[in-house]
């Protein structure tokens, strides 16, 4: 990807590391894929997911702690507690079907239930990376840019327009 | 996304839980990520990621069991060894970029680099999902189905035709 590269050393800035966290530990894992999959509650995450209640407890509490699940109150019963994805936490979600999808692609495993677009029924695209007008690039197709270069470019072409 | 729902417990997997062993744990993140940026050599991971070499040499083995990088000898010089993506280590790049976007955006941290497309040095889009068509889809328009009902609608539409 050309000279300028990541610093590949960094790991422990906020976003990746907490992403990581969120994502790479196997029940931190298991506990966001069933948020996507529409529970809530402690106990249903309890016996869906066949965790010991501590372990629950510990990892529900870091995913809140870095603001991917919301934890409230229902109004109707106070002692009624919803753990819901926040804004942030719903944004993992092309990254987690990303992955689902390379482990069926790459996988000659049993048959898994696919996501398909609820208005047609039909099957969701790979995930893929894009250009801005939609063609689809591989990995010898990018390069990385200062953040700064791109504001001075945007700033030159709002000059010129 | 409606009754039908993934299995919850499955983990272990061979897709899922190997994507997630190379993605999830810390230095094998890394080890990717140096070898998205083009690094090839044992030397080179170490120096650049200030690796100890038991750890690095585990990793790599570990990338190579898996599939995900490939290690060869050159033919120039048999005892240089060659650490490369495979197609399979390629493929996981979308979920790779998306978790960085995830990092870059809820996150305020210090600029990093932006990926651009070498063609028009424009920034990537933010990987998302797409219907069939193209479409960005979000959580509430996704559905679960079977493979085997997909099948049947294939049969059924190609009969119509």
Same mark, same amino acid.
């Given at each position: 990807?050309?000279?300028?590269?990541?610093?590949?050393?960094?790991?422990?800035?906020?976003?990746?590391?907490?992403?990581?966290?969120?994502?790479?530990?196997?029940?931190?894992?298991?506990?966001?894929?069933?948020?996507?999959?529409?529970?809530?509650?402690?106990?249903?995450?309890?016996?869906?997911?066949?965790? &010991?209640?501590?372990?629950?407890? $510990? #990892?529900?509490?870091? !995913?809140? +702690?870095?603001?991917?699940?919301?934890?409230?109150? /229902?109004?109707?019963?106070?002692?009624?507690?919803?753990?819901?994805?926040?804004?942030?936490?719903?944004?993992?979600?092309?990254?987690?079907?990303?992955?689902?999808?390379?482990?069926?692609?790459?996988?000659?495993?049993?048959?898994?239930?696919?996501?398909?677009?609820?208005?047609?029924?039909?099957?969701?695209?790979?995930? &893929?990376?894009?250009?801005?007008? $939609? #063609?689809?690039?591989? !990995?010898? +197709?990018?390069?990385?840019?200062?953040?700064?270069? /791109?504001?001075?470019?945007?700033?030159?072409?709002?000059?010129?327009?």
């Amino acid at each position: 990807m050309g000279k300028l590269r990541e610093d590949l050393r960094q790991y422990e800035g906020c976003g990746l590391a907490s992403a990581l966290e969120a994502m790479g530990e196997r029940w931190s894992f298991m506990i966001l894929r069933a948020a996507f999959n529409g529970l809530k509650h402690f106990e249903e995450f309890q016996s869906e997911l066949g965790i &010991a209640r501590n372990i629950l407890a $510990g #990892r529900l509490a870091r !995913l809140v +702690e870095h603001g991917i699940l919301e934890r409230t109150a /229902l109004d109707s019963d106070r002692r009624k507690i919803v753990y819901a994805l926040t804004a942030k936490g719903m944004d993992l979600l092309p990254a987690m079907v990303a992955l689902r999808q390379w482990g069926d692609k790459w996988c000659q495993g049993a048959s898994t239930p696919v996501l398909v677009d609820s208005r047609d029924e039909r099957p969701i695209r790979p995930v &893929a990376l894009q250009s801005h007008d $939609g #063609r689809t690039l591989d !990995l010898a +197709e990018l390069r990385w840019k200062h953040a700064e270069e /791109l504001l001075e470019l945007g700033r030159s072409s709002e000059n010129a327009a």
